[in-house]
Each structure stands twice: as structure tokens, then as C-alpha cells.
């Protein structure tokens, strides 16, 4: 819920505000891409969406055969052994959105497609707040029967239904807030100039875990707010998933110790307890390390 500080604004529904630009890292998941090109040629037809592939030499071959190209930038990084590089790969994609005219980006994961009204609820929003602000949709996490191959936008958005974890507000209406910490970049939109101050992600996070959390901080150092944009609303794909995620556990630690460093507290937490009352983990205030027990456990988890 949105913190005791938060302001809620009206803003305009159908406003633009300077050349928009999707950016989007993936790995497999050609099926949710192929999904998310689809809808966003529906709801924002004309947009152009940068496409970042990690280890995907295929791709562009890919998108033509399933009739989904066009419109489409493809940029490219290297994969990394321990994980999928997602904060190069989104660095990546927003520098090629830069040389492509954008003035604002939004980040737009493969798993998540976005429904009508996704992009007018982000210009109006941007035209209200400006460079004041990160931009944070509304999710929607799909269970496993409700697919979207044959399914269109309108179609889908009798399914929202949205995460009770953030703030949702109507239609039309933003709030804003310091809650930085909720920052999820699986749908988020901001101008290029507020990117710049930010300075990007943190490409020091490898693989699963805390480089949202630490973009959050990032953008509160640096002054910007968090909006939330009511009728901003994005589907999450369904995909297997375990919770704690232990088939992450060696990202997650490596990626903790990193922010530990970077800002003097833990993410996560609320995992790393799970982890450490499994004996995957030893966990203190000053130090985090995986046992071998966690090591074993995360190996069979991948398996």
C-alpha cells in the first residue's frame, strides 16, 4: 500500500509527451516475447521497441517467422556464466533507444505484456510529473491457465487483477511516494534525462536478485520520486516458479552481499530468514554466507 506520505494526483488521459521507446532483455522465452510484440503492437501501434537479446543469435529470424517484427531495434550482449546479465542488458537497450530519438523509456520485461491504455496512462502521468519521477505500472500475475497465445488485449483485461503488494490506484489518477524500496522494474517508464541523473543499473548485480531494489535506492539519492500510474496495466506471463526461490539462492547471495556493500542493509530479507532457517545460508547483520547444505539444495533446485 502506498506509504502515510503519498500524494495522489489527477492527470490528463490522453496526452504524449516526446518519443517514447520500449526496451525489453531476454533470454529463451521467445514464446512471452512473441506474446508481449502482439500486444504491444495493439495497444501502441507505431512504437518502437528495442529488443536486447542475451545469447539469442536467432532472434530477429525468430520474430519474422512468428510475424511479429517490425518496429523492432535489436541490440545485443553477452551472455554471463553466472546468470542472466539483466542490468548490461537493460544499460544496453536504453543507450540504443538514446540513438534512436527516445526521450523516455520504458523498461518492459519479456514476461509482461501491456494491456490498452498502458502507454496514454504513461504519457499523462509523464506530462504531470516530469522529471520528478520513475514511473511504475500496474501488474497483473497470471495464473498458468490463462495464457495469452490467441488471446488479444481486450480480451485480457477482464484478468486484471492487480499484485495487493504495490499501490494500484484508478485509472487516471498517480500516486506518488517515497517508497522506493517497491520499485519493480518489471514495468517502469522514465524520461532519458531522469535515467541520467540516476545513472542506470548497477551492472555489479549478476543473475536473479536486488537490482530493482538497488535502482530504487539509486533514484532516491538522486532526488527521484516513485509514481505509481493507475490504468498503466501490464499482464505477468505465468511461468514455473518456486518460492523461496532456492534454484536462485547463489545469485541471490552473491547479489545481497553487493548491495550490502553498496548501502549498508540487506535486501531480501524476508528470503535470506527462509534461506538461513533452512541452513542454506548463515546470516547476520554484517555478513552472509552460503553453507553447503544451500549449495546442494540450489544444484538440485536447477537440476
Given at each position: ?27 529463451g ?25 542475451v ?63 498502458f ?16 514511473l ?71 543473475g ?68 538461513a ?11 552472509l ?15
Amino acid at each position: 500500500m502506498p506509504s502515510t506520505s503519498s500524494k495522489e494526483l489527477v492527470v490528463p488521459h490522453d496526452s504524449r509527451f516526446g518519443r517514447t521507446v520500449v526496451v525489453t532483455p531476454v533470454r529463451g522465452r521467445l514464446t512471452h516475447l512473441v506474446n508481449q510484440r502482439r500486444f504491444l503492437r495493439a495497444v501502441a501501434p507505431g512504437i518502437l521497441h528495442v529488443v536486447v537479446g542475451v545469447d539469442m543469435p536467432d532472434l530477429e529470424d525468430d520474430l519474422r517467422a512468428a510475424g511479429v517484427w517490425g518496429d523492432v531495434v535489436l541490440a545485443s550482449v553477452d551472455d554471463d556464466p553466472r546468470g542472466m546479465p539483466t542490468a548490461r542488458a537493460r544499460n544496453a537497450g536504453v543507450e540504443a533507444a538514446r540513438e534512436h530519438g527516445a526521450r523516455r523509456v520504458v523498461l518492459l520485461d519479456v514476461d509482461c505484456a501491456p494491456l490498452p491504455g498502458f502507454l496514454e496512462a504513461f504519457d499523462g502521468a509523464a506530462e504531470r510529473l516530469g522529471e520528478s519521477a520513475v514511473l511504475n505500472a500496474v501488474v497483473t500475475y497470471l495464473p498458468p491457465e490463462r495464457r495469452l497465445e490467441g488471446c488479444s488485449p481486450d480480451e485480457a483485461m477482464p484478468w486484471v487483477d492487480p499484485h495487493s503488494a504495490r499501490p494500484a490506484p484508478p485509472s487516471g489518477r498517480v500516486v506518488v511516494d517515497e517508497s522506493h524500496r517497491l520499485l519493480w522494474s518489471l514495468a517502469v517508464g522514465l524520461e532519458l534525462n531522469v535515467w541520467d541523473r540516476i545513472g542506470g543499473f548497477d551492472e555489479a548485480y549478476v543473475g536473479y536478485g536486488a537490482e530493482d531494489t538497488d535502482f530504487g535506492q539509486r533514484a532516491r539519492t538522486a532526488g527521484v520520486s516513485m509514481a505509481w500510474v493507475g490504468g498503466a496495466h501490464v499482464v505477468h506471463q505465468w511461468h514455473p516458479s518456486v518460492m523461496p526461490p532456492v534454484h536462485h539462492l547463489v545469485d541471490i547471495v552473491r547479489n545481497a552481499g553487493v548491495y550490502r556493500e553498496r548501502w549498508g542493509a540487506w535486501p531480501m530479507e524476508g528470503w535470506l530468514a527462509q534461506f538461513a532457517a533452512s541452513g542454506y545460508v548463515v546470516w547476520s547483520d554484517a555478513s552472509l554466507e552460503l553453507t553447503d547444505a544451500g549449495r546442494a539444495a540450489a544444484a538440485q533446485a536447477r537440476s
